[in-house]
């Protein structure tokens, strides 16, 4: 059964620095990997979609990237910022299956 | 502007009453999904709908069943409440190979 991790659990940046969130997961036959933000005590925001044909994916300060033979994704932030303080989660959908795999997150806080 | 609105931000409910959940999208998407979230141990599927009339089993299923009367309609029914039901539930939709967007959130507390 797919199995995904994302390590670490929680990170602590201060406020300006590039940060590098990581994503693996055990079966490199997916469809795509989704990046998503969620704040607490609330719903799941997608930030990014790779597709398994893609390397990587960007939307402004946030770069994601799709190693599928290594079974490794990584999520860039540039000059991060208090507002990017939240919990982010990746997930994958394997092939021929019909639902989402989510790792347990990286909880982010960035100081001021 | 994608919309996916649940029906209760936060429930308090005793142990053995029927609980319903509902979620509702906007989008005329064919897939919905039932989540929970429970720390440590991340997201997991309840159930799922590819279509109207239409549910699967997904990791979970144990205590709860689901209704799929209308597209836009997905209801979470827990039948008979139990403690170990108390977590956060979360409603999704969108097709398999594009985004996912999910609604806000139901906290429920079974007592």
């Known amino acids: 059964k797919q199995e995904v991790t994302q390590i670490p659990a929680a990170l602590s940046v201060p406020e300006g620095e590039n940060l590098v969130l990581n994503c693996s997961f055990t079966?490199?036959?997916?469809?795509?990997l989704q990046w998503f933000r969620q704040d607490p005590g609330k719903g799941l925001t997608s930030l990014l979609l790779?597709?398994?044909?893609?390397r990587e994916q960007t939307s402004g300060r946030l770069n994601a990237s799709l190693d599928k033979s290594s079974g490794r994704s990584t999520l860039y932030i540039a000059a991060s910022q208090p507002g990017d303080s939240a919990t982010y989660l990746c997930?994958?959908?394997?092939?021929?299956?019909?639902?989402?795999?989510f790792g347990t997150g990286t909880r982010l806080t960035v100081i001021p | 502007d994608v919309k996916v609105t649940q029906s209760s931000r936060y429930l308090v409910k005793r142990t053995g009453e029927k609980v319903f959940l509902e979620c509702v999208q906007d989008?005329?998407?064919?897939?919905m999904f039932w989540y929970r979230q429970d720390p440590g141990l991340g997201l997991r599927l309840i159930y799922f709908?590819?279509?109207?009339?239409?549910?699967e089993k997904g990791d979970i299923p144990e205590g709860y069943s689901v209704s799929r009367e209308k597209k836009e309609r997905f209801s979470l029914i827990l039948e008979s409440a139990s403690t170990n039901q108390t977590s956060m539930y979360l409603c999704?939709?969108?097709?398999?190979?594009?985004?996912?967007?999910f609604g806000p959130g139901t906290r429920l507390l079974v007592l």
């Open positions: 997930a994958v959908v394997e092939t021929g299956a019909n639902n989402l795999f």
């Open positions: 079966d490199s036959a997916i469809y795509n």
């Open positions: 790779i597709q398994s044909s893609q």
């Open positions: 989008m005329d998407h064919e897939n």
């Open positions: 709908s590819y279509d109207v009339k239409m549910k």
């Open positions: 999704a939709t969108g097709p398999l190979m594009e985004t996912q967007y």
